[in-house]
């Protein structure tokens, strides 16, 4: 099989430092972190159930101020039936394809299109919901 050859034309990042390449970059030359305690987060009892109080928390707020707001990338309705990380893998290809200028028209080149998403942990809040949802409808044998 031959050897393709791919390029990198566009980014886009949703991250513990904020929403955009532009925002995460200045944040990251400003030597920020991400890495936040979660028992100041809201809804504060959305993670006291966790042993960690620490966490990379992607930052709600705005396109504006470099948070994350669903309504800022996905149309009304979706953010109730999409879980947050494919929220955010919508978002993030959709800012590498404008990073990138690319706009596929033809069927070949939307088939020539490529992205590739990496995500750290993935579904963790629906994991989370899911198994407190577990925990407190399993009783245990006796």
């Known amino acids: 099989m031959p050897i393709r050859r791919v390029v990198v034309t566009g980014l886009g990042a949703i991250t513990p430092l904020g929403v955009g390449v532009r925002s995460i970059w200045n944040r990251l030359l400003a030597s920020e972190c991400g890495i936040v305690s979660v028992a100041n987060q809201e809804p504060a009892q959305h993670w006291e159930d966790l042993p960690s109080t620490v966490a990379g928390v992607v930052p ?46 033809t069927q070949e080149a939307k088939e020539m299109t490529g992205v590739c998403l990496g995500s750290g942990i993935g579904n963790l809040e629906e994991l989370y919901n899911t198994s407190l949802s577990f925990n407190n409808s399993v009783s245990p044998i006796n």
Do not use: C
């Open 60 to 105: 709600s707020g705005g396109k504006e101020n470099g948070g994350w707001h669903a309504s800022d990338w996905l149309v009304r309705g979706d953010e109730r039936r999409m879980a947050k990380f494919a929220q955010y893998s919508i978002a993030a290809t959709e800012m590498a394809l404008k990073d990138a200028g690319w706009r596929p028209q």
